[in-house]
């Protein structure tokens, strides 16, 4: 029997959804923070570390961003760092355009 689980990210299954609600072990949720954890999250904003970077990048001249990343589109992690990219191009008057995606398998 396990000691308890360790889930990364917080897009789960209905059926883990469901588990700490069966099971009396520790759940922790790593890599990402949420609002809603099943039980314990542990991690940081993927949404505020990108925009940060994106910031500085553009703070140092840089007016050509990229956002590079192996294709995941089910990853929260994957999806939040879009975001956070995206938000700070807006911000910097910069279109947040599809060609400057780069996906890799």
């Known amino acids: 029997r396990p000691a308890g689980f360790i889930l990364t990210g917080y897009t789960h299954t209905p059926g883990l959804r469901k588990l700490p609600q069966k099971v009396a072990l520790p759940v922790v949720e790593t890599y990402s923070l949420t609002n809603d954890p099943l039980r314990v999250s ?25 956002f590079l990343a192996t294709d995941y589109p089910m990853n929260d992690r ?4 879009k975001s956070g990219f995206d938000a700070a191009l807006r ?15």
Do not use: Q, T, W
């Open 78 to 81: 994957h999806l939040d760092r």
């Open 42 to 66: 542990v991690g940081y904003s993927n949404f505020k570390a990108m925009h940060c970077l994106v910031e500085h990048v553009i703070r140092r001249g840089a007016r050509n961003p990229i």
């Open 91 to 105: 911000a910097h008057g910069i279109d947040p355009d599809p060609r400057r995606v780069v996906l890799s398998d």
